[in-house]
């Protein structure tokens, strides 16, 4: 197969190259067989091709294939903090990438060379391999169902990155036709944490519905590939156990920061290594939008437990606290009366006191009342 394309040109004066995409056959060219045989042919033509594929050039076809095999077109839809963090490393890679949200980044993809569209409709038209849905988990349905499918391509893989799972998962089966395929996934990390680098950061992913054919399973493998060649960890794990282990973490994470965050917390000049880790954790977590927060635990049916853990455990360490408190109290109160007096346990001090009698209770049974002993 040739495609080589001679057209006439004749405006070219000998020896001058003008600004074309190609160069008339008088320019130099590094094509050495078209040099040896351009005399042969009228000087007024010029070439629309800059290479020849011939079927024995197996190089070409080779480099052809691996080239389209590797590089995907990838469409971000949501170009916030999170999606514009993304777009960097894809277009690093070589990965063609354009860009669609409700805001107007066309100048900031501009920066980033990403190809910015306002109407969904001219993204869906320009038929990529991938839509990445970067959105916010609290926006992910209305945007993904005003998404006009019907102009992507008929086995389009969506890949969405929210920070919880099961809920994009379940969206994506009920809404996107039969044969899209769908990978679900979740960076754990972000613009703060994978600033430098995504070397050895975990990439958690489930591949929910890959279809048949090779293509399709290697899209998938090569959009996988973006982290793995990054040196992320990569987690392969169904959405339901990334949920469970998240909202012990993630949302446990972000919650400690904005607590800690309401507390006012400042550094002095005096900061321990640990105390270093709160101001990071605060600044980390607290760059985040309100939102993302709120869909970790509006989107997560095991947050709304671990909150309630995390409350319980700052009531007994302040009861504990507060125990111990007591204890001392009370032995400079009455230490020299309650000498001798049988105990039958640590902590069944105050039943043996008649003059207590509001306090005829175990600390750990009755830790409201001792504290309105106290305060
Ligand atoms: N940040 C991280 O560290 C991190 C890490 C892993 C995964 N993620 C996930 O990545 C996604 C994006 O996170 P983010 O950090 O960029 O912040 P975010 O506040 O969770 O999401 C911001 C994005 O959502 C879009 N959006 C918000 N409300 C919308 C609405 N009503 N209609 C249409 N679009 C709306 C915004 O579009 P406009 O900007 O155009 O308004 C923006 O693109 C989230 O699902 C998050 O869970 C984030």
């Not at 777009?87 to 805001?103: C, D, E, M, N, P």
């Amino acid at each position: 197969m040739i495609s080589l394309r001679l057209q006439p040109y004749t405006n070219v004066k000998p020896n001058e190259c003008p600004s074309l995409p190609f160069p008339p056959l008088s320019c130099p060219s590094r094509f050495s067989p078209l040099n040896l045989s351009r005399r042969r042919i009228a000087p007024r033509l010029i070439i629309r091709a800059m290479d020849t594929t011939q079927h024995f050039d197996y190089e070409s076809h080779l480099s052809q294939r691996l080239t389209k095999s590797t590089k995907l077109k990838i469409a971000i839809v949501g170009f916030g903090n999170f999606g514009q963090f993304l777009a960097k490393t894809l277009v690093k890679q070589g990965h063609t990438v354009f860009a669609h949200s409700r805001s107007d980044y066309s100048e900031k993809a501009a920066e980033l060379e990403v190809s910015f569209f306002k109407d969904a409709d001219d993204l869906c038209e320009e038929h990529p391999d991938v839509i990445l849905l970067c959105t916010s988990i609290i926006s992910t349905e209305f945007v993904l169902r005003s998404l006009p499918l019907q102009r992507l391509k008929r086995n389009t893989l969506f890949v969405d990155v929210l920070s919880v799972k099961e809920f994009p998962k379940s969206l994506f089966l009920q809404i996107l036709p039969q044969d899209f395929d769908i990978l679900c996934t979740h960076p754990m990390f972000g613009p703060e944490s994978g600033k430098e680098s995504w070397k050895d950061l975990s990439f958690v992913y489930d591949k929910v519905r890959i279809g048949n054919g090779e293509s399709r399973e290697l899209r998938c493998e090569r959009f996988l590939d973006i982290f793995k060649n990054e040196g992320c960890r990569m987690v392969g794990m169904s959405c339901a156990e990334h949920d469970r282990h998240a909202a012990e973490s993630q949302f446990i994470t972000h919650t400690m920061g904005r607590v800690l965050e309401k507390s006012s917390l400042h550094s002095t000049p005096i900061n321990t290594k640990g105390y270093e880790t709160l101001l990071n954790l605060v600044d980390n977590t607290t760059s985040d939008s309100f939102d993302l927060y709120y869909g970790l635990f509006m989107y997560n049916k095991n947050a709304m437990e671990q909150l309630e853990r995390l409350v319980l455990a700052f009531e007994s360490l302040k009861t504990e606290l507060c125990g111990h408190l007591h204890d001392l109290l009370r032995k400079q109160l009455f230490g020299k009366a309650e000498e001798g007096v049988e105990r039958p346990g640590d902590r069944m001090l105050l039943p043996e006191l008649p003059q207590n009698g509001s306090l005829l209770f175990s600390r750990s049974e009755n830790t409201n009342k001792e504290r309105s002993y106290f305060f």
